[in-house]
């Protein structure tokens, strides 16, 4: 669903209630707003970042310092791979009684 809204003098912009319903908003929750090439993108701001969403996103960082700021599905699979592949390093095996 889309909606047309006007943006007004003091710079704000109201999300609809019921696109904040669709969206899954509720009240007391917290957004994040991102821009990026004329696009704004509203998401929920998550409270506990797990640390692969950390680790997305210091890639996604890193790519776009490098004027890469889109990966592929083979990239981001390759990223996951190798985080998931450091994660198994980094934690010692469970010791038997």
Do not use: C
Request: hydrophobic share 35%.
């Amino acid at each position: 669903m889309s909606m047309t809204v006007t943006i007004k003098e003091k710079s704000q912009i109201v999300v609809p209630p019921n696109l904040q319903r669709q969206a899954g908003f509720k009240l007391g929750d917290q957004i994040e707003f991102r821009a990026s090439r004329g696009i704004i993108t509203i998401v929920p701001k998550s409270a506990h970042e797990t640390p692969l969403m950390k680790a997305f996103r210091a890639t996604h960082q890193e790519a776009k310092r490098h004027g890469l700021d889109k990966m592929t599905m083979k990239q981001i699979n390759a990223e996951i791979a190798a985080y998931r592949k450091e994660k198994r390093v980094r934690q010692p095996t469970p010791r038997g009684k």
